[in-house]
């Protein structure tokens, strides 16, 4: 017989809070207790977070919560014993517990461990408090920038969570085009509607930690260093070549890299400009020169003009967090390093592995079709692992769990990763072969391929032989964790990449995996800063419409490749691509370059007209969609009882119900005499093309990539109802 005990969860559920009673922290031993016997009962911890209906990540930061809490109330209880003169070992003998336990418990160093959940989330309080909207960004990659680690931030800003702060999910743009979702804490009294709206207000953690979280450091007025230790490197002098990069003079404390071989910066100079790139030590740089800057700007006769003029803002003034360091100088005091650190080496190696549709969808059908396959079968193997459990409420909870992950993963249309691929950030060396690359993770020899994303093609993907022997690039790199070492040359194939922190997905390639293609011949030697520079009174495109534009023109790109354009058509739309990308940081002339490549007719040609948007599945398939409002379940009488209930599920197909709420909304409309009138409109809930198609294969042009992609959505969306059906079957729990 299977049965559950209920015994509540920190501040999920149960009667009454967490910490309540006359033995407040009863409930962390219990915690902890049926997690222990879980584990010793052969459950994975995996299995033994969704067993408690969470996930891992959450079950490790209520692990920690109740850890925190059970190690203060013995700290505490320990320490009054102590006060009240008893010894260690009357101690030890009252708790049950030995008497190098209580030593511990008495240890001030150990006090303070307990409290780094609570000195983190006092932290981010305080940044909350600081913020301009209320809210911050608490998402992946934040704990790095506060130097903690990721189990210890969510375990305090679920210790926020339940004093009623807010968690939300909002998208927004990266660089390149795409969106993400971005966890956010916020007030208590700020709603998702409010951080939506605002999003662009997003904070950041201005302090960081050097000690995991004991203690924060808040961010410091940058150190700035004179002009007189710089030198830059024009375009016209080589410095095209390695453009970004910034070389460091090795042993100076200000500009020390610490124990990293490599590191994305920032540096203030002359209290009004800032370097912006990837920094590196160098061995070649003349006497009285600190810092050699490579760009590929012409020299105005004034060094600060290849610089970036510094934000007007104190707190932040490189518009990007950044991390501080310090040393100790020649007169044994501490000082502030003119490095800000953005990313540093270990970073990148934590990024996402997937493999896009946007990717893939460009390689051969067959490559595709395996590694969609692939993404299936761990899906199934999932579905079947949850089959097996044999409690009916924990079963329920994960096969409803599973299914919205199936949704989900019908749309993003992912698929497996190949082996050994990984995220990597490119360092140029002259010295380097156009057909080497330094890269220590891979073995002396093998071929490698780069992709850069956004990715225009297959001739934007370089394939590359592993030379771990160039001098050089050791010297510099040594065993590098996340980076790798290319000519300047291998760059301009990835559509133009720089040095100044842009990274490329490495995946070895001896078995021919990925299929790539030599340059095209009408994208050599293209220069869209040449090609498209801005003249007096142009408007100049915004960071916003960048985001909308890319999104345009990679949709182009990858239906054109889907539906046989020819190379000419796609050098052109590569080519506008190559413009928009660079349009805001370089102010470039994207309108003209819409013209000269005849982007209008290749949208008419590809898409149906010039001003339509995407035509294939893989660029529909997460394309926004507005319907008519509605709300989950439908009120249906049970054949059997004849009562009226709430149906959430269709018991004959699986799929969710819904019923539309019939709210309106009224929305403003200027009159022509000036005056407004109230138009009444049905109120709309955003969703996507896939998610509202039940047959994948109507977002399908017809092509056999797209019905590759088409099939294997539809095996997700069949597995989700699948999963909600059995989720029917399986019975409720009887209580006692």
Request: proline share 4%; glycine share 8%; with cysteine.
């Amino acid at each position: 017989m299977s049965y559950l005990i209920h015994y509540g969860v920190p501040h999920r559920s149960g009667r009454f809070p967490w910490g309540s009673g006359d033995s407040p922290f009863q409930r962390s031993r219990d915690f902890l207790s049926r997690v222990d016997e879980l584990k010793k009962g052969g459950f994975t911890e995996a299995e033994v977070a969704k067993s408690l209906g969470m996930s891992t990540t959450e079950l490790r930061a209520f692990k920690s919560i109740a850890k925190s809490e059970k190690k203060a109330e013995d700290i505490a209880f320990a320490t009054r014993l102590h006060d009240k003169g008893y010894s260690n070992v009357a101690i030890g003998e009252r708790m049950g517990i030995p008497e190098s336990s209580v030593r511990n418990l008495l240890n001030p160093a150990k006090q303070q461990r307990a409290q780094i959940s609570e000195s983190i989330a006092n932290n981010l309080k305080k940044q909350i408090d600081q913020s301009e909207a209320g809210f911050i960004d608490v998402g992946a990659g934040v704990e790095r920038h506060m130097g903690v680690a990721r189990t210890s931030l969510m375990t305090s800003v679920k210790m926020l969570e339940a004093e009623g702060y807010n968690i939300h999910y909002v998208k927004a743009m990266q660089p390149g085009g795409k969106q993400t979702s971005v966890m956010v804490l916020a007030n208590p009294d700020l709603d998702y509607s409010f951080v939506n709206k605002n999003k662009a207000k997003i904070g950041g953690v201005a302090s960081y930690s050097e000690d995991g979280g004991r203690t924060f450091i808040d961010i410091e007025p940058p150190k700035s260093i004179s002009s007189k230790r710089v030198s830059v490197k024009y375009g016209d002098e080589g410095g095209i070549e390695k453009d970004g990069l910034i070389e460091l003079r090795r042993g100076v404390d200000d500009i020390s890299l610490g124990s990293s071989n490599y590191a994305q910066v920032r540096i203030m100079v002359d209290k009004t400009h800032y370097l912006k790139g990837m920094a590196t030590y160098a061995d070649d740089l003349p006497p009285g020169v600190d810092i050699r800057f490579n760009t590929n700007k012409k020299n105005t006769g004034n060094k600060l003009d290849a610089m970036k003029p510094i934000k007007d803002d104190p707190t932040n003034p490189f518009g990007a967090t950044v991390r501080q360091r310090k040393y100790i100088g020649e007169d044994g005091k501490e000082h502030l390093s003119a490095l800000n650190i953005v990313n540093e080496e270990g970073d990148w190696s934590k990024w996402s592995r997937t493999l896009s549709s946007q990717l893939l969808s460009k390689q051969s059908p067959a490559l595709a079709k395996k590694q969609l396959d692939l993404a299936y079968d761990l899906k199934k193997e999932e579905f079947d692992s949850i089959m097996a459990y044999t409690n009916p409420t924990i079963k329920k909870k994960l096969l409803a769990s599973f299914a919205d992950e199936c949704d989900s993963s019908s749309v993003n249309l992912k698929a497996a990763s190949l082996p050994r691929q990984s995220t990597h950030v490119l360092i140029p060396f002259s010295d380097m072969k156009e057909t080497e690359i330094y890269a220590p993770n891979y073995r002396d020899g093998e071929k490698v391929v780069l992709i850069r994303y956004p990715h225009g093609g297959i001739f934007e993907i370089p394939e590359l032989t592993v030379n771990n022997k160039h001098a050089t690039a050791k010297s510099v790199l040594k065993n590098a964790k996340d980076a790798v070492g290319i000519n300047h040359k291998v760059a301009e194939q990835l559509s133009g990449a720089d040095f100044d922190g842009d990274t490329v997905m490495v995946i070895p390639n001896n078995n021919k995996y990925i299929v790539n293609k030599s340059p095209l011949a009408q994208l050599k030697d293209f220069d869209p800063k040449i090609a498209y520079p801005k003249y007096d009174g142009m408007k100049v495109m915004t960071d916003r419409m960048k985001g909308r534009k890319m999104g345009e023109i990679s949709n182009l790109i990858t239906d054109m490749t889907i539906k046989g354009a020819d190379w000419d058509e796609i050098a052109a739309a590569v080519r506008h691509s190559m413009v928009v990308i660079d349009a805001v940081k370089h102010e470039l002339n994207y309108e003209q370059s819409y013209k000269d490549n005849g982007i209008a007719n290749l949208r008419k040609k590809y898409q149906g007209r010039s001003n339509a948007g995407a035509s294939t599945l893989i660029s529909k398939s997460s394309s926004p969609r507005y319907i008519e409002e509605v709300k989950e379940g439908q009120w249906r009488k049970d054949p059997v009882t004849g009562k009226v209930k709430k149906v959430y599920i269709d018991p004959d197909t699986g799929e969710k119900l819904y019923t539309k709420t019939n709210r309106t909304i009224s929305t403003p409309h200027k009159n022509k005499d000036g005056s407004t009138t109230w138009i009444k409109k049905p109120a709309t809930t955003k969703t996507t093309a896939m998610a509202i198609e039940k047959d994948a294969h109507a977002l399908s042009s017809g092509t056999r990539m797209e019905n590759i992609y088409a099939d294997h959505a539809n095996k997700l969306k069949s597995l989700a109802n699948k999963a909600r059906l059995a989720s029917l079957k399986t019975p409720s729990e009887k209580a006692s």
